[in-house]
């Protein structure tokens, strides 16, 4: 059964930083282009950032370019957003996303449960 | 950034009714369109992709046409376990971009 995991959310003050984590299993995780997307409380859904299957592709939105990082660890079957300078408007329960790729496009095609991360002093 | 308007915000329906939600992007997305489900508390679930293919596992009562700029998602006999919101996600150029959601209440 392919599952994606997410882990790391919390409450941290703002300017801080977090760490988020999606373990991957149920499929070659190495095969496969990941996203991160997020839904602030109440909201729709917010594309965040992209990474290519072997990482070295790389896009993110707007809002968070310059602060976040996108990362992988294929071993590991592992994908990571590292957030500084986090601000109260990235509040938000955070989406791992697998990308499925074909000759049509592309689309997310599995995600995971979602973590909470809650900017605040 | 190409813009998804979904419509309605909202929508009441009887069970066995159907129901009729439309997308429309703001330049041509050729079939680039997805739908998704998302109940409350859960992550959302890939219902159709490139507008009119139903993905793995979902009731054939689910189906999507449309190309270019405007797109509609048709739930057929609509069950109560459809009670959700319900977001177009298009994939045709970054940032990928999605609807702002219709909600689907059963009354």
């Known amino acids: 059964e392919v599952q994606l995991v997410e882990s790391g959310g919390g409450l941290v003050q703002p300017g801080g930083s977090l760490r988020l984590s999606c373990a991957a299993s149920?499929?070659?995780?190495?095969?496969?282009?990941m996203n991160w997307v997020r839904q602030a409380p109440g909201k729709g859904l917010e594309w965040v950032s992209y990474?290519?299957?072997?990482?070295?592709?790389?896009f993110y939105a707007d809002s968070v370019q310059g602060r976040f990082t996108i990362s992988r660890d294929n071993a590991r079957n592992s994908l990571y957003l590292q957030m500084n300078s986090l601000r109260a408007e990235d509040t938000a329960v955070y989406y791992c996303?697998?990308?499925?790729?074909?000759?049509?496009?592309?689309?997310?095609?599995?995600w995971g449960q979602g973590t909470l991360v809650t900017v605040s002093s | 950034e190409i813009v998804l308007t979904q419509s309605p915000d909202f929508q009441s329906v009887t069970p066995k009714e159907k129901v009729t939600i439309t997308c429309r992007a703001s330049q041509s997305i050729g079939s680039n369109l997805h739908w998704y489900q998302q109940k409350p508390d859960q992550s959302p679930k890939l219902l159709i992709k490139y507008a009119s293919q139903s993905f793995s596992g979902v009731p054939s009562r689910f189906s999507g046409s449309g190309s270019g700029t405007d797109f509609t998602l048709t739930i057929n006999s609509l069950e109560a376990e459809d009670a959700a919101t319900y977001y177009c996600?298009?994939?045709?150029?970054?940032?990928?971009?999605f609807g702002q959601g219709t909600k689907v209440e059963i009354k």
């Open positions: 996303a697998r990308d499925y790729s074909s000759s049509s496009g592309r689309v997310f095609d599995c």
């Open positions: 149920g499929f070659t995780f190495s095969s496969y282009e």
């Open positions: 990474i290519g299957s072997s990482g070295t592709t790389i």
């Open positions: 996600h298009q994939s045709s150029r970054l940032p990928h971009t």
